[in-house]
């Protein structure tokens, strides 16, 4: 399936998304000082009075003092869960315009990864050019997650934020109502391979329908002439789809005025203050990684990584301003086209990156983790950091579905290695602004990894002209 590379009128979807980015963070810094002004002051309040009620339960000496302050602590932590509802539905107008975007995104996800994936099979022509290529996609994978695992515990070990920021830790026995993530082999497994096409495709479980789509087409290019009807079927299809997210990707400035309106407003930007070490830290991480995968990059293919990194500022801008790297799959898939990766290569490595490639993610989990310790004073040893790298590694694969996924493997991963999960609290109010250069982060590394599986098969080709 080849992307129309007929020269049109530039586009200014990026110049309209940075408008919205830039009135929503305006917007949403007013309304936090006025509309959500008594919401915001009483939650400040009631973190000062929760604060003083710890303080005062590990000092209390006597069981019925304790037992009361415990109830009058609980009663707090209801009444501020209340507020925060309540501060939600105030700012849900604006979190509706970027949900229901998301929502159409992945409307299309499922029928384009599956149609373009079964024509690139397809195309590939046999069982012996799957394998190779995902043989060179997974190695490439392999070795990015690794460098970002462990540029993520270097910086921690450097900077050690949670020691410099002397942060009041939430109690140990703190529900913070994150699932944990324990990931069995078997079900890994069953996370793999799907029991049902249609469920996979409902539930947009992109490492499921990558694995139909490959049996599909390799069936569709072993039936020889009648497969050709299907490729033929199936690339009018993703043409449609990729139609279709055009006139989706219209709503994308609204959607990025939407989402910034809505973090800025409950958020303020009084929390840059409080975390700026944190949060100065990890983007310097992420920046750091931008640098590592695009000089891996340049040596595979040259001089052009810089025209890489153009074509896609779009997607990045998009998946920045949304906190979802799902959001800006399709236009992704559209430019690495148009920059001269062969259809087959894109539609093969770009879903399975969605699954095993998230660069950002990985290095936020080992910068995560080893920051909670630090806060809690504890010291792990090298071979005990290695060992949570590993674990890391192998939990967080195709979990890219799953809603704060991060946060879920990071709680499994500190209750394996006896961290107070509690100390997810620390993060939870900072997690979506972490969570947009995360995001942005993923879409520079999948749209590398996909360039450089085309040049290591032959299949880079010039760039099309801008459109």
Excluded at 237 to 245: D, E, G, Y
Aim: aromatic share 8%; net charge positive; with cysteine.
């Amino acid at each position: 399936m080849e992307v129309s590379t007929t020269p049109q009128k530039k586009s200014k979807l990026t110049l309209y998304i940075i408008i919205a980015l830039v009135i929503g963070i305006a917007l949403g810094f007013t309304l936090n000082k006025s509309y959500l002004s008594e919401e915001n002051n009483k939650l400040v309040a009631l973190d000062v009075s929760i604060e003083q009620i710890k303080t005062e339960i590990h000092q209390a000496t006597d069981s019925t003092l304790r037992s009361q302050l415990h109830v009058k602590k609980k009663v707090l932590g209801k009444d501020r869960n209340a507020i925060l509802s309540a501060r939600e539905q105030k700012v849900e107008p604006f979190s509706l315009l970027a949900d229901i975007f998301l929502r159409l995104i992945k409307m299309i996800v499922a029928p384009l990864v599956f149609s373009t994936l079964v024509v690139g099979v397809a195309k590939l022509g046999d069982i012996k050019a799957v394998g190779r290529i995902g043989g060179k996609t997974l190695l490439w994978f392999i070795g990015a997650s690794l460098t970002s695992l462990l540029l993520g515990m270097l910086l921690v070990n450097i900077f050690q934020p949670g020691v410099a920021m002397h942060l009041p830790l939430p109690d140990v026995s703190e529900d913070i109502g994150i699932v944990k993530s324990g990931l069995s082999l078997k079900e890994f497994l069953y996370h793999v391979f799907p029991s049902s096409v249609i469920d996979a495709m409902a539930k947009n479980e992109i490492l499921q329908i990558v694995v139909f789509s490959l049996f599909f087409g390799v069936a569709t290019a072993a039936i020889g002439e009648q497969g050709k009807i299907v490729v033929k079927a199936m690339d009018a299809i993703a043409h449609v789809i990729l139609k279709v997210t055009g006139y989706v990707m219209y709503l994308a400035p609204v959607a990025v005025f939407g989402a910034m309106t809505a973090i800025i407003a409950k958020q303020g930007l009084s929390i840059l203050t409080t975390y700026s070490i944190f949060i100065s830290e990890f983007y310097f991480g992420l920046l750091s990684l931008w640098v590592i995968l695009a000089l891996a990059g340049y040596f595979v293919i040259g001089k052009r990584i810089a025209g890489l990194v153009r074509r896609i500022k779009e997607p990045i801008l998009l998946a920045f301003s949304t906190s979802s790297s799902e959001a800006a799959f399709p236009k992704t898939m559209e430019e690495l086209q148009r920059f001269g990766c062969k259809d087959k290569i894109v539609s093969f490595v770009l879903p399975l990156g969605y699954s095993f490639n998230l660069d950002g993610s990985m290095m936020y989990m080992t910068f995560a983790s080893l920051f909670i310790a630090q806060s809690y004073g504890m010291h792990l040893p090298l071979a005990t950091q290695l060992s949570m790298l590993l674990v890391l590694m192998l939990t967080s694969k195709g979990i890219a579905g799953v809603p704060r996924a991060s946060l879920v493997v990071i709680a499994g991963t500190l209750a394996t290695f006896n961290i107070p999960e509690a100390g997810l609290a620390l993060l939870l109010g900072i997690d979506p602004l972490l969570d947009m250069g995360r995001s942005a982060t993923n879409v520079v590394g999948n749209s590398v990894a996909t360039a450089v599986v085309s040049k290591w098969e032959n299949s880079l080709e010039e760039s099309a002209p801008n459109p």
